[in-house]
């Protein structure tokens, strides 16, 4: 079985081709290819919650420091997590620098 992507387990149609994008946008998650193979998934499909301007909760979304409380309780956040484990889940995109105490 192959690793499911946030987009087909939300089923919110905003991937390319999707049938809400030209109402509503395409995600950066789906085209964002520096995450590629993360978690597992095509673009930033298993690591969502690091890209900023997600749709999440039909409504544009934040960095990670912005909306990491929201993203850790999402069930895409915890399935993938849990498939990948605690020695291969990843947190943070390349790079990234999460301060908890950012706004």
């Not at 909760?57 to 990948?84: L, N, P, R, Y």
Request: charged share 20%; net charge neutral; aromatic share 6%.
């Amino acid at each position: 079985m192959s690793n499911v992507n946030c987009w087909d387990i939300k089923k919110c149609g905003r991937e390319p081709g999707g049938n809400k994008n030209s109402e509503l946008g395409i995600c950066p998650a789906t085209t964002d290819s520096s995450c590629d193979g993360i978690n597992g998934g095509n673009n930033a499909g298993r690591i969502c919650w690091a890209i900023a301007g997600t749709f999440c909760g039909d409504k544009v979304q934040g960095d990670f420091a912005q909306k990491s409380v929201s993203c850790m309780s999402c069930e895409v956040f915890k399935q993938i997590k849990t498939e990948e484990g605690a020695d291969n889940f990843v947190l943070l995109k390349p790079g990234q620098i999460y301060h908890a105490s950012a706004k």
